[in-house]
């Protein structure tokens, strides 16, 4: 958050609020959108969601089916957008799969990249059917150069949250 204050040249009148919590998928953040989001006083929403959906035990259909993230994003941005808001949707990048096992000590995660892809097409069609903003942090840290993952293979590091910041920046008023 500190980085994205940063980018915004340190404006001290824009309240940046963190919702994301490690390991949750869509279906998790749907449970808490009235509480954690809908009830702050706030404009924006940078929805950055999916990661976890994609991962799970290999040869599975991740922790949240294809079906049901689809499902998910549809009530979460449909909500967002009659609350008001204007949402910004963020792509996701492929994790780690090498790093996570170590870091997690299980074999038999895994984050599919086809699934990512799946993911990735589904944002980019929604927010241009409902006419979202969209960073397009996927290819951004693909493009990056630096390592964008922290030990863990799955959330981003300090160069990876400066490229997200840079983006929302420049999308975001």
């Given at each position: 958050m500190n980085i994205l204050r940063a980018c915004w040249g340190g404006?001290?009148?824009?309240?940046?609020?963190?919702?994301?919590?490690?390991?949750?998928?869509?279906?998790?953040?749907?449970?808490?959108?009235?509480?954690?989001?809908?009830?702050?006083?706030c404009s924006h929403v940078a929805l950055f969601i999916g990661?976890?959906?994609?991962?799970?035990?290999?040869?599975?259909?991740g922790q949240v089916s294809r079906g049901e993230f689809a499902r998910n994003m549809e009530y979460l941005v449909g909500r967002l957008l009659d609350a008001g808001k204007t949402v910004a949707q963020v792509t996701l990048p492929y994790a780690d799969n090498d790093r996570m096992r170590r870091y997690f000590l299980d074999n038999n995660w895994v984050s599919e990249h086809e699934r990512v892809d799946d993911a990735n097409?589904?944002?980019?069609?929604?927010?241009?059917?409902?006419?979202?903003?969209?960073?397009?942090?996927?290819?951004?840290?693909?493009?990056?150069?630096?390592?964008?993952?922290m030990a863990d293979g799955i959330h981003l590091n300090g160069p990876g949250q400066s490229t997200l910041a840079g983006l929302l920046a420049r999308i975001l008023p």
């Open positions: 404006d001290s009148g824009r309240a940046i609020y963190n919702a994301g919590r490690s390991g949750e998928t869509s279906a998790d953040l749907k449970k808490r959108l009235d509480r954690d989001i809908l009830a702050r006083a990661s976890n959906d994609c991962g799970g035990p290999r040869d599975s259909d097409a589904f944002i980019r069609s929604q927010s241009q059917r409902m006419g979202t903003l969209l960073a397009y942090l996927a290819d951004a840290l693909a493009h990056l150069g630096d390592d964008p993952l």
